[in-house]
Each structure stands twice: as C-alpha cells, then as structure tokens.
C-alpha cells in the first residue's frame, strides 16, 4: 500500500469540531493498493474510528481508536516518512514506538 500525506478537514493538528463524515473523525490518511493485484475496494484509509461507541470498526479501512493513538502516529509519520505499507496476515498486531 502507498501512504499518501495526512490530510485535515479542520487544519493541521486540528482534532476536533470538523470531520470527514459519519466514523471517519477530523483527519484521514489515504492508502492505494500498489501490489501484488488489485482491490475491488477504493477509498482505503486511515482514520479514527469516531463513531465506535455506537458502531465500531470500518468498512476495510485502518481504524484508530483514540486521539492519543492517532497523535503518536502522526508523530511517526512525520519523523520517518514512510510512504510504503506492507500488510502481513499472519502477523497480528504491533505496537507503536512511543
């Protein structure tokens, strides 16, 4: 997967008041499939899962469940960069440097 930059709907660093819709929070990070194949689904990201007290999880997207955990991965994601997201199955969850 290609990480795109992070986009706002409030401005930057902005978590509150604005949001890009119902479950999806005030910031969003696009995800594109680049290989092994295609996927049938678009509109792949990375966002809160804002609205998980009445209906948790995403429709195949990367859910954040916290403005704190969302805040440290903005933080890594600006100091490192990454623009490559590789997904393991079998791998289950890691956790994020502090």
């Not at 966002?47 to 403005?67: E, Q, W, Y």
């Not at 490559?84 to 502090?98: A, E, F, H, M, Q």
């Given at each position: 997967?290609?990480?795109?930059?992070?986009?706002?709907?409030?401005?930057?660093?902005?978590?509150?008041?604005?949001?890009?819709?119902?479950?999806?929070?005030?910031?969003?990070?696009?995800?594109?499939?680049?290989?092994?194949?295609?996927?049938?689904?678009?509109?792949?990201?990375i966002?809160?899962?804002?609205?998980?007290?009445?209906?948790?999880?995403?429709?195949?997207?990367?859910?954040?469940?916290?403005?704190g955990?969302?805040?440290?991965?903005?933080?890594?994601?600006?100091?490192?960069?990454?623009r490559?997201?590789?997904?393991?199955?079998?791998?289950?969850?890691?956790?994020?440097?502090?």
């Open positions: 997967w290609y990480i795109y930059d992070i986009m706002w709907k409030g401005g930057k660093d902005v978590y509150k008041r604005k949001s890009w819709g119902e479950g999806l929070g005030p910031v969003k990070i696009p995800l594109d499939s680049v290989s092994p194949g295609a996927t049938e689904r678009g509109a792949i990201l966002h809160l899962d804002s609205n998980a007290s009445k209906s948790p999880g995403t429709a195949g997207c990367i859910g954040v469940r916290s403005v955990d969302f805040k440290r991965l903005v933080k890594w994601l600006r100091e490192t960069d990454p490559n997201l590789y997904v393991d199955w079998g791998l289950g969850s890691i956790r994020l440097p502090n």
